[in-house]
């Protein structure tokens, strides 16, 4: 047995044991009632749901019934076997707890009329059953047959199994009235699928469901047998990345950096073979026929066949690129060596599909101007290699700028909606800068080391290193100060943990460095900044942050260097690049007391703007973070455009492709265009097809009478006490399992950790909470901790850095982990392989990226706990096989809007803040944050109001007929600015304060909500 295989062998066992646990399979006895512990399989009787406070939800949250819909032929009458089974717990008189019955099982052939209505069977039996079985009179139940018109004509046919006993019998052993561990079978009847109608038909989705379940999940067998299900079970396997027949090409990083025209060219000729096959034109006539395509799906299919032909004729492009293009050729030759070198062994080839995005994406490295107006979003699996691919192409156009005169300056901007992404791509994108840097030198390219720059601010990192701080600000003083801000796990040049932190006085810089012997770094600061001024003094090559940083751009007249070119460089070395001049730096270098002057640029100015705009998770910008996001897009692209003749390249990924083409249309005013295009069949591309290497199992559970916290509770109870029974057993549970007890070492390294997702943080804070007292089952301290929104960025490194190397004593290690949606990306850790999900997230794409958490590299075990009151989970649980193998196919379109007065109320003191700044301040050779200084400058006709709500105007493309209201209120606020730059308000000190706003400039793109200042005194 190879470890994979025991893997997926532990994960049967644990699901069949956590299924158990909620049934009570195991228990027969019991000194609680029943009802309080056992939360699947059970039946409450018809008179005790009426009887319930739960109103209209009682049938949900503790059900009478559970049955089957199915959908049949239309006949006089079906004739079929129903099998059900179900146990009791009775209380004898003399007893000091509860004892279960023996199985009650009963077998009948019944024979239903075609006749709309219900009727109603077996109930004398099953009564006659239950007596037999307790010695006692009174639970009873019955199976019910309602039908009903299909809309088609097909008629539709609900069996369930109902409680009708009482509520309470009294002075009876049968104290609790309820059914447990019921099961209901159908056989004998031939089923026809329904059409699953949430969602839209498609040419490349099958929507047959063969049977619903009615308060219960639904298992179909080869022969259409039905039988109700505890619990939903759904597996998903992992991708098959080179499924075609021809032999895959060699995609090393070693081969690709010697020679590699031929194995793209392999790559290629495979790809054509294949789509001939599949998106021929007489492939999909025949398909049409034979699947009865609806009218109008042909079309579709056709449409999609030359979305695929245009990939690869854009594969084929860059091909020919590598081949007429030598620069470009020694580019990409150095990225895969540079790649090699990050890998560091952990992979070394790239993925098939991960070489065609970087061929087909060449052009825009060559030809910028054309591909900008085009943003290409990268959908593929969570975890099937993204940022690698993003990397490989950004250190190509790195390689290349280096050979065509761009000596400095940003080549991209990575932005992420979250901080904890940022921070877990940090490492990744270092290791690549590192291995970018050791080729330029071997290689004699001139120019800057290249470097990265983590940009996400005050509170994870600092703005800067105050010369005299105040209290909470970094002090350059303070020894430990620098290990603060340490967010490098190790050296990205020897791969290494032994990282120092140190402040360079001299220099005014916070630095990295390798402390270990035999580094090409050793002792030198690594080229990573992570202080707000030392980005913009030396504008590392890849900046990585969060996006929410967009808004500085109207604050921070440094930010120039994210647009366009800095005013010079200082003279002193070491010192970088320098801006406009204040009080504290008056020759606009950022080092404190600097006393150089201003030299000229290294390199024309034109080259100082970013060519890529990279954002990650393009999902999460909707809403009111969406709009005003789209606001500074436009804003950094016109100020581009001014300073350097040209916009950037924006790349993307998304967790769905739905309304993607509008999202991207309102965001970047720019076409959208997807890679790699959907294959015409899910499951069966080219790029990637289904494996049979398990991946995830997901497991649906609707609680029965009990609330969703208990269940929580008990499957962390259960599989904490599974996996400490590895630990401490491990001859008897290698014989339950089937498994060599050689591997549960690794087992329980990789499974021994459980994640427990919820939406809100009194949900999360409950877990913590109860992880002391509910879990006392468990034998040994159980570790909790919570990685959410209020988790100090410092605890967040720990936590991390405790999840992936873990303690070697099991006792020590990390057992639960509390997590809210700052956990739902980016977090890329082997070890966590278990998930429980507090009720389902808000949102379809929260739920793919939460449950990508877990599962990376290994078989994962996911439990998602419905709230089953609520009507969404509900309707997920219905159908939640489908959710899980269509997922993408469940993500909501993305709610945004470009047409929002309330945005640009919050936007425009941003946008022409950031305008002055960029422009005028730099054209001006003055200071010009002072309102008196900026009113000198307006009244000398260097500011002219027309000429900037007209360039506004441009900016945010307000050409149509409903953009009228917004084009008057930007003319109506600049009338406002210049009223109040003729004459200075009262209180006007700073260029700010004449914005003729309640609020100013957005500090933070989430700065949306009106800010509510209070006041009051300690006390």
Wanted: proline share 5%; charged share 25%; net charge negative.
């Amino acid at each position: 047995m190879s470890i994979t295989e025991a893997r997926e062998k532990f994960i049967d066992w644990l699901t069949t044991r956590m299924t158990c646990a909620g049934r009570g399979d195991n228990d027969s006895f019991l000194n609680v009632e029943p009802s309080g512990k056992f939360w699947l399989a059970r039946l409450q009787s018809i008179e005790g749901i009426d009887k319930a406070k739960w109103g209209e939800k009682s049938e949900r949250l503790e059900p009478c019934a559970m049955g089957i819909k199915v959908r049949t032929e239309r006949t006089n009458e079906w004739t079929f076997l129903v099998k059900i089974k179900f146990k009791v717990w009775t209380k004898p008189p003399k007893h000091v707890g509860w004892v279960k019955s023996e199985l009650i099982s009963i077998e009948e052939l019944i024979t239903i009329p075609y006749s709309v209505g219900r009727t109603c069977h077996l109930e004398a039996q099953i009564a006659a059953e239950v007596s037999k079985i307790t010695g006692q009179k009174g639970i009873c139940a019955r199976v019910d047959v309602e039908v009903a018109h299909g809309r088609d004509g097909h008629p539709e046919l609900v069996i369930s199994l109902v409680n009708i006993s009482p509520k309470k019998i009294e002075k009876s052993v049968l104290a609790d009235t309820r059914l447990y561990e019921c099961q209901l079978a159908l056989d004998g009847l031939k089923l026809i699928p329904f059409e699953l109608e949430s969602l839209e038909d498609s040419f490349r989705y099958d929507r047959d469901v063969w049977a619903y379940g009615i308060n219960c999940g639904v298992n179909i067998s080869n022969n259409l047998s039905v039988s109700t299900d505890d619990s939903v079970s759904v597996e998903r396997y992992r991708p098959n990345y080179w499924s075609v027949d021809d032999n895959e090409p060699d995609l090393s990083f070693k081969t690709l950096a010697d020679n590699p025209i031929p194995e793209c060219e392999k790559l290629l000729s495979s790809l054509t073979k294949w789509g001939n096959v599949n998106w021929g034109d007489a492939v999909l006539a025949n398909r049409a026929q034979d699947e009865k395509w609806p009218q109008g799906m042909l079309q579709q299919a056709t449409e999609a066949s030359s979305e695929f032909h245009e990939e690869q004729s854009r594969i084929s492009k860059g091909i020919q690129l590598l081949k007429a293009n030598p620069l470009l050729l020694k580019s990409f030759q150095g990225m895969n060596k540079a790649i090699k070198h990050s890998s560091n062994g952990k992979y070394n080839s790239w993925r098939p599909f991960q070489l065609g995005f970087l061929l087909a994406n060449l052009n825009t490295i060559v030809d910028q101007t054309l591909e900008s107006e085009i943003v290409d979003v990268v959908w593929f699996a969570t975890g099937g290699g993204k940022t690698e691919t993003y990397l490989g192409l950004l250190t190509t156009a790195m390689l290349y700028e280096r050979l065509n005169g761009k000596l400095s300056g940003i080549t991209a901007w990575s932005r992420f909606p979250l901080r904890m992404l940022s921070l877990q791509q940090t490492q990744r994108f270092a290791n690549t800068i590192a291995g970018a840097e050791i080729v330029r030198e071997s290689e004699e390219i001139g120019g800057d080391p290249f470097s990265l720059g983590f940009f996400v601010g005050n509170g994870a990192t600092p703005n800067r290193i105050p010369l005299e701080p105040k209290v909470g600000e970094p002090d350059y003083d303070d020894e430990a100060m620098p290990y603060k801000y340490q967010v490098l796990e190790y050296c990205p040049f020897c791969h290494r943990s032994n990282i120092k932190m140190v402040f360079d006085r001299k220099l005014w810089k916070l630095e990295h460095r390798c402390g270990n012997s035999g580094c090409s770094y050793l002792d030198k600061a690594l080229p990573i900044y992570i202080v707000d001024e030392e980005i913009y003094r030396f504008l590392p090559t890849i900046i990585v942050g969060t996006l929410d940083k967009a808004a500085s751009i109207a604050i921070q007249a440094s930010m120039r260097g994210f647009v366009g070119a800095p005013l010079g460089l200082c003279s002193i070395d070491g010192h970088g690049y320098t801006y406009a001049a204040r009080s504290s730096k008056p020759t606009g270098c950022s080092v404190p007391g600097c006393k150089g002057v201003l030299n000229p640029l290294p390199m024309k100015k034109e080259l100082y703007g970013p060519s890529f705009r990279l954002q990650d998770e393009l999902h999460l910008l909707r809403d009111s973070l969406g709009a005003v996001d789209s606001h500074y897009e436009a804003l950094y692209d016109q100020l581009q455009k001014e300073l350097c003749d040209r916009t950037p390249k924006i790349l993307a990924s998304s967790a769905t492709l739905t309304g993607y083409k509008k999202q991207v249309d309102v965001l970047y005013r720019r076409q959208a265009r997807v890679f790699p295009v959907l294959p015409p069949k899910i499951g069966s591309g080219f790029w990637s097809s289904d494996s049979n290497d398990l991946m995830r199992r997901f497991v649906a559970i609707a609680p029965k009478g009990v609330t969703i916290e208990y269940v929580v509770d008990r499957l962390l109870n259960e599989l904490q006490i599974a996996i400490r029974e590895l630990v401490n057993n491990p001859v008897n549970m290698s014989t339950e399992i089937g498994v060599d007890a050689k591997f549960f070492p690794q087992i329980i390294s990789e499974y021994g950790t459980n994640v427990v997702y919820g939406n809100t943080l009194r949900d999360l804070e409950a877990v913590v909470r109860s992880a002391d007292t509910q879990l006392s089952d468990v034998h040994g301290k159980v570790n909790t901790i919570s990685l959410t929104g209020k988790t100090e960025f410092e605890e967040v490194i720990r936590i991390l850095h405790r999840l992936e190397k873990p303690e070697d004593n099991f006792e020590e290690r990390v057992h639960i982990v509390s997590a809210s949606s700052m956990m739902s990306h980016g977090v890329d850790i082997d070890r966590l392989n278990i998930m429980v999900m507090l009720g389902l997230p808000l949102s379809a794409a929260e739920f793919i990226q939460a449950t990508a958490r877990v599962g990376r590299r290994y078989p994962a075990l996911v439990f998602v706990v419905h709230k089953i009151g609520r009507e969404r989970d509900a309707a997920v649980y219905r159908s939640f096989k489908y959710f899980i193998e269509q997922g993408d196919r469940f993500v909501e379109p993305i709610p945004i809007t470009k047409r929002s007065r309330q945005v640009l109320d919050r936007t425009i003191p941003g946008l022409a803040l950031a305008r002055i700044l960029m422009l005028h301040e730099a054209e001006s050779g003055q200071s010009l944050v002072m309102a008196k200084s900026f009113k000198q400058y307006a009244n000398n006709s260097n500011f002219n109001i027309e000429e900037e709500y007209t360039r506004l105007f441009e900016t945010l493309q307000l050409d149509g007929e409903l953009d009228e209201p917004l084009k008057n209120d930007i003319i109506n606020w600049f009338e406002l600015l210049k009223q109040n730059i003729d004459i200075l308000p009262k209180d006007a000190n700073f260029l700010s304060d004449l914005m003729p706003s309640d609020r100013g400039a957005m500090m933070s793109l989430r700065d949306v909500e009106t800010q509510v200042r209070i006041i009051g005194k300690l006390v």
